[in-house]
Every structure is written in structure tokens, then in C-alpha cells.
């Protein structure tokens, strides 16, 4: 077992100790959009204090009103404002930690009508088109770092962190794609970068020397007409002179055509732009973005190519990923699995962030994890996510668990998930419940059916005091004629069984699911294993040698012929996550999969699948017809208990199948066993 020792060294920065190189990464969670926003900010840092990370990152807060990211968004202006960043900075002291405040400018990204940048040019991923800063307002904006930057030492923050990446405004202003100015600020590549460093410069004046100045710098702006690597390298070095004490790493734009931190991108993928950012500095570097181990961060910075590492998400997943690390306890991490469903999808549709696998993130207020001063004896029937997930729960604070799994190994759909290519990190997850259930205590049977008479006879004798039906879900079986020809398999059958599959395919059913298979039948390798055809698939120079870092992307083309269908008469995978659809598309899109949409299915026969469009009959010639219409409740063992008079919760997809999804299934387990 590794002993995390470049992990755990302690690092002075200017006059902050920091006890670790581990970093909470700066997330915006929109919590504050809540009920009790600001109980709900100090529960959440706290909790990640006293679960001994290095440094927290607050969220990013705007300098000016029109900086922030939405309506209603965080700013920190003015000295009336300081209250509750006192609550939060002495309550994340108190817990031992230490917490620096993000200065976020979010420039042409801000979804308000007021949105300002360097040059009146609309982001794809905005509806507002931003207003052109006057030269003299640019001077201004930098006035208003600074006084941010002293507002929050006023507040007892421990530094400030300058957002200079992601394609907010000081990065606009740092590339030529998004500066077409010609005044101090824009033109060649020393007046692009003189709004950042006279940012640095004057916050630096304006607080004091102990006050840690951190900036973010994009380290490979993943955009045509971004940064070489060597102006990063330059820059970075000019940032330095200018009076920052560490630089943290930024990577791509959030309009960027390339995945930067979902599952299908390998992890530490972009190590060599930190390096390079590394090489330049003489002050400690973070390096960021898929970074969600103890071992790929020590391995980081034992590598020289960081100083320390941001982990934004995985603090989400665990608070105590810090604490852990130190203990020798890295297998009882959390680990988050990149999925961004729970985090950064709800933040895009305006939703509050949490975590898929840890649903008290934001929610710390919600839930009583005290021990229980009655123990129960707890049935839960299910090894899937939801079984998993109460039984862990339930057993952290004091009660007796036996969980039932009728098949022979727990994970249930999570074991359909992980044979998925880019969904590799569902491994993860499966190894934490795992290692928790043993170390808990939780009485596992596997391969172990449960009746409902046999269960009830258990109850009434005494055995447990209540039961928990986990028992998931069953495909849907959709009413087309020749079911029962052999080229028809469900998604179970190819997922789970790795059932063998004809070269020309028919998919029913374009859910997560449907896309799920296509992604794993068009086989493509695991790009997410393998950094180098990531990188050369999605067109990504890591040499930083061209303009943003980009290349002309590799052909990935399909081993097979694929035809998607679903009913509904609107683009396939709309409602895939806002954050990873188009990933999936865009994968599936190169190997030239079929999408039909308005289909009606009427028979599977030796001529393959019969199916119209609007009205047109229309016959697929394929090998294999493969379901995934979606899922049904299994509700048979708790429909039985209740007939014999025995109450049970049900949970997960057994409780609500349609549009299932491990976020709900887990929350709800989760929520029941804190409950009880
Ligand atoms: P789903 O998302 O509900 O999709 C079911 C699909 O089957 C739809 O395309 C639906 O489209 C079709 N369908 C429904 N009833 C049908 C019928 N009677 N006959 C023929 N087609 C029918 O379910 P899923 O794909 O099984 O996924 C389950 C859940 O797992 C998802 O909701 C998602 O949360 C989660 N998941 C997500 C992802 C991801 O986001 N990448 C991946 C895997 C799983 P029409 O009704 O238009 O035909
Ligand atoms: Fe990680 Fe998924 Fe949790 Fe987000 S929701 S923190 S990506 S596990």
C-alpha cells in the first residue's frame, strides 16, 4: 500500500501552512439558491474541514454584479456583504481547516443580459451576447479584483483565488479568439495579458503579504485561437512575477468541443499541460481535472509535475478523502465516478448541485447520521445501488443488516454500467460498497432468492424487526410481433451476459440505456484507459504546439452497422445529461450510427425488423434486434409481503421505475436509513 508520502508533505504558501497537497477544488453548487443558504455553506465546508483537506476553494464569487454566473449569483462588493463569510471562514477554522476565496468574473459565460467581455462576441453556450468593455471600465474591473481580494481578507478567508481559465473573462481576454481589441488590453499577446497581470498586481498590493494570491491559469485552452503552450509557459511566468504564490491549473473552455473531466476522459489526462505550466514557475502548481484517487494524485506530484492536486468533485463524493488518505483507509474513499449527473448537470439546468454517490453534498443539513439509541434488525431485500446504499447507511449508525442478493455478485444495474466504454470508474463504486458492507458488518447473502413466504414466516419469528425491498427492475418487453426470434436479446442479455451480437443491429428504445449499448457495441476501445487515443480521437495536441492545443481528430470509426429507434418524434438523446450527452452522440455520430425517430415496431421476423415511419412500412435487414424499452418495478416479493399483512419500504427502481436513475435510488436509500 502506498504511503501517500508526497501527498501528505505539509507546504507553506505564503503565510498559510497547509497541512497536505490535497486542495478542494472550487465548485459552484448554486446551494445559495436554497433555503438557509448560509447554514447550508458552513455545514458543507466544515464537514470537508473537519475531514482534513488541505485547502478549500469556495465557489466563485464575481467582483462586480454583472460578473456573476446567473441571476442571483454570488458577488462580493461591499463590506456589508462580510457577515456571512465571517460565519463560514471561522466555522471552516474552527473545524482546522483553511479556506480561500474564489474571484469569479464569468464575462461572456454570465447568463445575464448585463454580461460584459473584451469583445462583443457571443459564447455558443449563451443566449445574451456580451457588451465590449471600455478601456477605462477594464481599469475599473481591475480595481474591483483588488477590492474583492480585501473584502475577503477582511473576512478571514486565507487567500483569494483569480479565475483566469475555463473561458470566463480573463481568459476571453488572454485569447485572440475573444479579444479583438486594439487598445492596452488586446491586440498582440502582451496586451492580452496585461488585464490578468495587472489583475495580480494590484490585488497583491491591496492585501497583505501573508494573504495567499492564487491564479488560475487555462493551461491548454482546448479552443481554435487559444494559447500556445509556450505563451501558457510565459504567462505563467509573468503571473508569478506579478505577485501570485501559487497557480492553479485550468483546462479547456466550457464551450470547448473536447470532454475535459467526464468519465470517458482518462484520468490525469492533461498532465502534460500542467507540466508545462510546472516547468515555467518557480511557486507551487495545482494540477486539476480527473484527479479522483489518493494514487493518481500521489503519483502526480511524485512525478514533479504538480505541486498539489484540486479535487473539486471528488470532495463532493467524500468529505473525508483527505482523512482517509492519511489513515491508510483509501479503499473506503467515495470515490466520485465523473458521471456528473448529480453535480455539474444540475448546475447547467439550473438546478443545486449534490452527488450521485454521496447525496448529503449540499445536504448536510438534511440528514441526522447519529447512532441510533434503538438498534433494529434490518431485512433489505437487493443487492443493487438502493440495497447497497441503505445498508451501509443503516449500519454506520448502529443497526443489524442482512442484505438478500438473488444473483452471484451485488451492483445489480451498476453491473450493466461499468461493461459500458467511459463508464470504467463504476468499478469504483462497486469496490466502495463493497469494502463498506465487509467493514460494517452487513450479513451478505448472495445467489440467495427470497419469497415472501419464507420472509414473512422470518418476521413474524422475530429475525428482523423490518424490511427493505430493494429488488430493482426487469427490461420492458414492448409489444412487437417475434419476441421470441432468436436475433431479439434484451440489453440485459448483451450487458450483463456479453451475449453475442451480429454485425447489423436494430436498437429499440433510445434512453440511456439505448445509448449505452450503441456506445458499447460500435466498439471503440476504452479511450478512457488509454490517453493517447483520447487524445488523438478528440483531436487534442499535448504539446500545446498549435493555437488552444488542438489537432485534427483521428477516425473512429464503427465495427459495426447500428440502428437506433425510439418513438417519440424528437432528437435521439435529448434528455441524455446535459454535461455527457452530446459525448455520446458525438462518439456515435463519427461511427456512423443510424438514429430514427417517430418509429412504430411492428414485427421481428427472418427479414430482420419491420417497422413505419410515418406511415411508411420500412424493413431493417439485421443480425440482431436488441430492447431497451425501458423498465418495470419489481414489486412481486413486496406486493407478496404486504398480502401476508408484513409492512416493507420499497426503494430504488422496485418503488419507481420510470426514469431511474442510481441518483434517486441512492438519495432515497440513503434518506431511509437516516430516517429509521
Ligand atoms: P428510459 O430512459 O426510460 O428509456 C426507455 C426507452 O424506451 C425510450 O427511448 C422510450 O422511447 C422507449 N420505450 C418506452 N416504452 C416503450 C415501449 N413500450 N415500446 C418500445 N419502446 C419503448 O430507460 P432506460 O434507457 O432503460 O434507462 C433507465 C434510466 O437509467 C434512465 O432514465 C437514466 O436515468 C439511467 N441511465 C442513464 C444513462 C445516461 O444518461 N448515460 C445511461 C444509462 C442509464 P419511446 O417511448 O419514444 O419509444
Ligand atoms: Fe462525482 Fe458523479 Fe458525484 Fe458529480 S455526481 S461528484 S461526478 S460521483
Given at each position: 500500500?502506498?504511503?501517500?508520502?508526497?501527498?501528505?508533505?505539509?507546504?507553506?504558501?505564503?503565510?498559510?501552512?497547509?497541512?497536505?497537497?490535497?486542495?478542494?477544488?472550487?465548485?459552484h453548487t448554486r446551494l445559495e439558491t436554497m433555503d438557509r443558504p448560509l447554514e447550508r455553506l458552513v455545514a458543507f465546508y466544515a464537514a470537508?474541514?473537519?475531514?482534513?483537506?488541505?485547502?478549500?476553494?469556495?465557489g466563485?464569487?464575481?467582483?462586480?454584479?454583472?460578473?456573476?454566473?446567473d441571476e442571483g449569483g454570488l458577488?462580493?462588493?461591499?463590506?456589508?456583504q462580510?457577515d456571512g463569510?465571517?460565519t463560514i471562514?471561522?466555522a471552516?477554522?474552527?473545524?482546522?481547516?483553511?479556506?480561500?476565496?474564489?474571484?469569479?468574473?464569468?464575462?461572456?459565460?454570465?447568463?445575464?443580459?448585463?454580461?460584459?467581455?473584451?469583445?462583443?462576441?457571443?459564447?455558443?453556450?449563451?443566449?445574451?451576447?456580451?457588451?465590449?468593455?471600455?478601456?477605462?471600465?477594464?481599469?475599473?474591473?481591475?480595481?474591483?479584483?483588488?477590492?474583492?481580494?480585501?473584502?475577503?481578507?477582511?473576512?478571514?478567508?486565507?487567500?483569494?483565488?483569480?479565475?483566469?481559465?475555463?473561458?470566463?473573462?480573463?481568459?476571453?481576454?488572454?485569447?485572440?479568439?475573444?479579444?479583438?481589441?486594439?487598445?492596452?488590453?488586446?491586440?498582440?499577446?502582451?496586451?492580452?495579458?496585461?488585464?490578468?497581470?495587472?489583475?495580480?498586481?494590484?490585488?497583491?498590493?491591496?492585501?497583505?503579504?501573508?494573504?495567499?494570491?492564487?491564479?488560475?491559469?487555462?493551461?491548454?485552452?482546448?479552443?481554435?485561437?487559444?494559447?500556445?503552450?509556450?505563451?501558457?509557459?510565459?504567462?505563467?511566468?509573468?503571473?508569478?512575477?506579478?505577485?501570485?504564490?501559487?497557480?492553479?491549473?485550468?483546462?479547456?473552455?466550457?464551450?470547448?468541443?473536447?470532454?475535459?473531466?467526464?468519465?470517458?476522459?482518462?484520468?490525469?489526462?492533461?498532465?502534460?499541460?500542467?507540466?508545462?505550466?510546472?516547468?515555467?514557475?518557480?511557486?507551487?502548481?495545482?494540477?486539476?481535472?480527473?484527479?479522483?484517487?489518493?494514487?493518481?494524485?500521489?503519483?502526480?506530484?511524485?512525478?514533479?509535475?504538480?505541486?498539489?492536486?484540486?479535487?473539486?468533485?471528488?470532495?463532493?463524493?467524500?468529505?473525508?478523502?483527505?482523512?482517509?488518505?492519511?489513515?491508510?483507509?483509501?479503499?473506503?474513499?467515495?470515490?466520485?465516478?465523473?458521471?456528473?449527473?448529480a453535480?455539474?448537470?444540475r448546475i447547467?439546468?439550473d438546478r443545486v448541485a449534490t452527488?450521485?454517490?454521496?447525496p448529503k453534498a449540499g445536504r448536510e443539513i438534511e440528514f441526522d447520521?447519529?447512532?441510533?439509541?434503538?438498534?433494529?434488525?434490518?431485512?433489505?431485500?437487493?443487492?443493487?445501488?438502493?440495497?447497497?446504499?441503505?445498508?451501509?447507511?443503516?449500519?454506520?449508525?448502529?443497526?443489524?443488516?442482512?442484505?438478500?442478493?438473488?444473483?452471484?455478485?451485488?451492483?445489480?444495474?451498476?453491473?450493466?454500467?461499468?461493461?459500458?466504454?467511459?463508464?470504467?470508474?463504476?468499478?469504483?463504486?462497486?469496490?466502495?460498497?463493497?469494502?463498506?458492507?465487509?467493514?460494517?458488518?452487513?450479513?451478505?447473502?448472495?445467489?440467495?432468492?427470497?419469497?415472501?413466504?419464507?420472509?414473512?414466516?422470518?418476521?413474524?419469528?422475530?429475525?428482523?424487526?423490518?424490511?427493505?425491498?430493494?429488488?430493482?427492475?426487469?427490461?420492458?418487453?414492448?409489444?412487437?410481433?417475434?419476441?421470441?426470434?432468436?436475433?431479439?436479446?434484451?440489453?440485459?442479455?448483451?450487458?450483463?451476459?456479453?451475449?453475442?451480437?451480429?454485425?447489423?443491429?436494430?436498437?429499440?428504445?433510445?434512453?440511456?440505456?439505448?445509448?449505452?449499448?450503441?456506445?458499447?457495441?460500435?466498439?471503440?476501445?476504452?479511450?478512457?484507459?488509454?490517453?493517447?487515443?483520447?487524445?488523438?480521437?478528440?483531436?487534442?495536441?499535448?504539446?500545446?504546439?498549435?493555437?488552444?492545443?488542438?489537432?485534427?481528430?483521428?477516425?473512429?470509426?464503427?465495427?459495426?452497422?447500428?440502428?437506433?429507434?425510439?418513438?417519440?418524434?424528437?432528437?435521439?438523446?435529448?434528455?441524455?445529461?446535459?454535461?455527457?450527452?452530446?459525448?455520446?452522440?458525438?462518439?456515435?455520430?463519427?461511427?456512423?450510427?443510424?438514429?430514427?425517430?417517430?418509429?412504430?415496431?411492428?414485427?421481428?421476423?427472418?427479414?430482420?425488423?419491420?417497422?413505419?415511419?410515418?406511415?411508411?412500412?420500412?424493413?431493417?435487414?439485421?443480425?440482431?434486434?436488441?430492447?431497451?424499452?425501458?423498465?418495470?418495478?419489481?414489486?412481486?416479493?413486496?406486493?407478496?409481503?404486504?398480502?401476508?399483512?408484513?409492512?416493507?419500504?420499497?426503494?430504488?427502481?422496485?418503488?419507481?421505475?420510470?426514469?431511474?436513475?442510481?441518483?434517486?435510488?441512492?438519495d432515497?436509500?440513503?434518506r431511509?436509513?437516516v430516517s429509521?
Open positions: 500500500m502506498s504511503t501517500y508520502s508526497n501527498l501528505l508533505r505539509p507546504l507553506r504558501i505564503a503565510g498559510v501552512d497547509l497541512p497536505n497537497r490535497m486542495v478542494m477544488g472550487a465548485m470537508r474541514a473537519k475531514g482534513e483537506i488541505g485547502l478549500i476553494l469556495t466563485g464569487y464575481a467582483p462586480v454584479p454583472e460578473g456573476v454566473m458577488v462580493l462588493d461591499k463590506p456589508e462580510l463569510h465571517r471562514t471561522s471552516v477554522n474552527g473545524a482546522g481547516g483553511r479556506i480561500v476565496l474564489q474571484i469569479l468574473h464569468a464575462g461572456r459565460y454570465a447568463k445575464v443580459a448585463t454580461c460584459v467581455a473584451p469583445s462583443a462576441i457571443k459564447a455558443r453556450i449563451n443566449v445574451h451576447t456580451p457588451r465590449a468593455l471600455a478601456t477605462a471600465e477594464v481599469w475599473t474591473t481591475v480595481e474591483r479584483f483588488a477590492n474583492t481580494s480585501a473584502l475577503a481578507e477582511q473576512a478571514g478567508y486565507a487567500g483569494v483565488e483569480i479565475m483566469g481559465s475555463e473561458g470566463y473573462l480573463i481568459n476571453e481576454f488572454t485569447a485572440a479568439l475573444t479579444n479583438l481589441r486594439d487598445d492596452e488590453f488586446g491586440g498582440d499577446f502582451e496586451r492580452r495579458i496585461h488585464f490578468p497581470l495587472e489583475i495580480v498586481k494590484a490585488v497583491r498590493a491591496r492585501v497583505s503579504p501573508g494573504f495567499m494570491v492564487i491564479y488560475r491559469i487555462s493551461s491548454i485552452d482546448l479552443m481554435e485561437g487559444g494559447m500556445t503552450g509556450e505563451e501558457v509557459a510565459e504567462f505563467a511566468r509573468r503571473v508569478e512575477a506579478a505577485g501570485a504564490d501559487m497557480i492553479n491549473t485550468g483546462i479547456g473552455w466550457h464551450e470547448s468541443s473536447v470532454p475535459t473531466m467526464a468519465a470517458p476522459v482518462p484520468r490525469a489526462a492533461w498532465i502534460a499541460a500542467i507540466r508545462n505550466v510546472k516547468r515555467a514557475v518557480g511557486i507551487p502548481v495545482m494540477a486539476s481535472n480527473r484527479i479522483n484517487t489518493p494514487d493518481v494524485a500521489e503519483e502526480i506530484i511524485a512525478s514533479g509535475a504538480a505541486d498539489l492536486v484540486s479535487m473539486a468533485r471528488p470532495l463532493l463524493a467524500d468529505p473525508e478523502f483527505a482523512r482517509k488518505t492519511r489513515e491508510g483507509r483509501a479503499d473506503q474513499i467515495n470515490t466520485c465516478i465523473a458521471c456528473n449527473q453535480c455539474l448537470d447547467f439546468t452527488c450521485l454517490v454521496n447520521d447519529s447512532q441510533t439509541a434503538a438498534p433494529k434488525r434490518f431485512a433489505v431485500v437487493g443487492g443493487g445501488p438502493a440495497g447497497m446504499a441503505f445498508a451501509i447507511n443503516a449500519a454506520q449508525r448502529g443497526h443489524r443488516v442482512t442484505l438478500f442478493e438473488a444473483g452471484d455478485e451485488l451492483g445489480g444495474q451498476l453491473n450493466m454500467a461499468r461493461q459500458v466504454p467511459g463508464k470504467n470508474e463504476f468499478h469504483e463504486m462497486l469496490r466502495y460498497f463493497r469494502v463498506m458492507l465487509g467493514q460494517l458488518e452487513v450479513t451478505v447473502h448472495l445467489q440467495t432468492p427470497v419469497d415472501a413466504e419464507s420472509l414473512a414466516a422470518r418476521v413474524r419469528a422475530g429475525e428482523f424487526d423490518e424490511v427493505v425491498i430493494a429488488t430493482g427492475v426487469t427490461p420492458r418487453e414492448p409489444d412487437i410481433r417475434g419476441l421470441n426470434h432468436p436475433k431479439v436479446l434484451s440489453y440485459l442479455d448483451v450487458l450483463g451476459k456479453g451475449a453475442p451480437v451480429g454485425q447489423r443491429v436494430a436498437i429499440i428504445g433510445a434512453g440511456g440505456i439505448g445509448f449505452d449499448v450503441a456506445e458499447y457495441l460500435v466498439g471503440h476501445a476504452e479511450e478512457s484507459l488509454q490517453p493517447q487515443r483520447f487524445m488523438d480521437v478528440w483531436g487534442v495536441d499535448t504539446a500545446i504546439h498549435s493555437a488552444g492545443g488542438l489537432k485534427a481528430p483521428a477516425p473512429n470509426v464503427a465495427g459495426r452497422a447500428i440502428h437506433m429507434f425510439q418513438r417519440k418524434n424528437e432528437s435521439l438523446g435529448k434528455n441524455l445529461g446535459k454535461s455527457t450527452g452530446w459525448i455520446l452522440k458525438a462518439n456515435l455520430r463519427k461511427a456512423d450510427v443510424a438514429m430514427t425517430a417517430g418509429a412504430s415496431y411492428h414485427a421481428v421476423d427472418d427479414q430482420g425488423l419491420h417497422y413505419s415511419v410515418n406511415g411508411e412500412a420500412r424493413v431493417l435487414d439485421v443480425d440482431t434486434v436488441i430492447l431497451c424499452a425501458g423498465q418495470l418495478s419489481n414489486r412481486a416479493l413486496a406486493d407478496g409481503l404486504a398480502e401476508r399483512g408484513i409492512p416493507a419500504h420499497v426503494i430504488g427502481g422496485a418503488d419507481v421505475a420510470a426514469e431511474l436513475d442510481a441518483v434517486r435510488a441512492i432515497q436509500a440513503t431511509l436509513a429509521l
